[in-house]
């Protein structure tokens, strides 16, 4: 199976998060590609936001193209939060998808969603379901990440991310704080989902869209 991790990231937390998804897609056998989205906003704009060496932490990741979508079985986006909406990078891409969704190149592929917020309650999820709106547009299935793969997600000793919907990381408000070691489990359990769903579902899902009804 194939699995793509395409992802956005200003400061690193979602290149981090998307890294450990990748390594739990791998660790079941998949062929998997990492991705970003590129970035829209000037060097200028980066420079005022401290975020000029961050990006070059990750900027030999290719850049996705919508046609890398179709090479994948299943795909995990990994999107930060925007007041509690998809960045203007992530939506600025998926508006580039549409030849891909006129042609129905994504039916039937498996769709999952990570996210980060500065606070523990500061929109991470909203995001993810926000997403989950695109993604079911193009006709994907649409996964989070259970509690039977993740137990952790029950662990309330310590201040973490992670939700049903998808993996999570706090950021804290100044963006210093990297994913926790919990963050990138539930990242890592994210990745391994999806790639044994892609294994199992997708090609009969792709024999089904072909039928006429």
């Known amino acids: 199976m194939r699995v793509a991790i395409v992802f956005y990231s200003m400061y690193g937390h979602m290149y981090k998060m998307a890294q450990?998804?990748?390594?739990?897609?791998?660790?079941?056998?998949?062929?998997?590609?990492?991705?970003?989205?590129?970035?829209?906003?000037?060097?200028?704009?980066?420079?005022?936001?401290?975020?000029?060496?961050?990006?070059?932490?990750?900027?030999?990741?290719?850049?996705?193209?919508?046609?890398?979508?179709e090479w994948a079985d299943g795909i995990i986006f990994g999107v930060p939060t925007r007041y509690g909406n998809m960045p203007g990078q992530v939506a600025a891409f998926f508006d580039s998808t549409g030849p891909v969704w006129s042609r129905g190149g994504l039916v039937g592929k498996i769709g999952s969603v990570?996210?980060?917020?500065?606070?523990?309650?500061?929109?991470?999820?909203?995001?993810i379901h926000h997403v989950h709106?695109?993604?079911?547009?193009?006709?994907?299935?649409?996964?989070?990440?259970?509690?039977?793969?993740?137990?952790?997600?029950?662990?309330?000793?310590?201040?973490?991310?992670?939700?049903?919907?998808g993996a999570t990381a706090i950021t804290g408000g100044d963006g210093a704080r990297m994913p926790t070691e919990h963050e990138l489990g539930a990242a890592r359990a994210q990745g391994i989902w999806v790639a044994k769903?892609?294994?199992?579902?997708?090609?009969?899902?792709?024999?089904?869209?072909?039928?006429?009804i």
């Open 20 to 69: 450990a998804a990748a390594e739990g897609a791998i660790s079941t056998g998949a062929d998997v590609k990492l991705l970003r989205i590129a970035e829209n906003l000037s060097p200028e704009i980066l420079a005022m936001a401290h975020a000029t060496d961050a990006q070059k932490s990750f900027s030999d990741v290719p850049i996705v193209k919508p046609e890398d979508l």
């Open 114 to 127: 990570m996210s980060s917020s500065a606070t523990q309650h500061g929109g991470a999820v909203t995001t």
């Open 133 to 165: 709106t695109t993604l079911l547009a193009h006709g994907m299935l649409v996964t989070g990440l259970p509690y039977k793969m993740y137990p952790a997600l029950f662990d309330t000793t310590d201040v973490n991310g992670g939700s049903v919907f």
């Open 197 to 212: 769903l892609a294994g199992s579902i997708t090609e009969n899902c792709e024999t089904i869209s072909r039928q006429p």
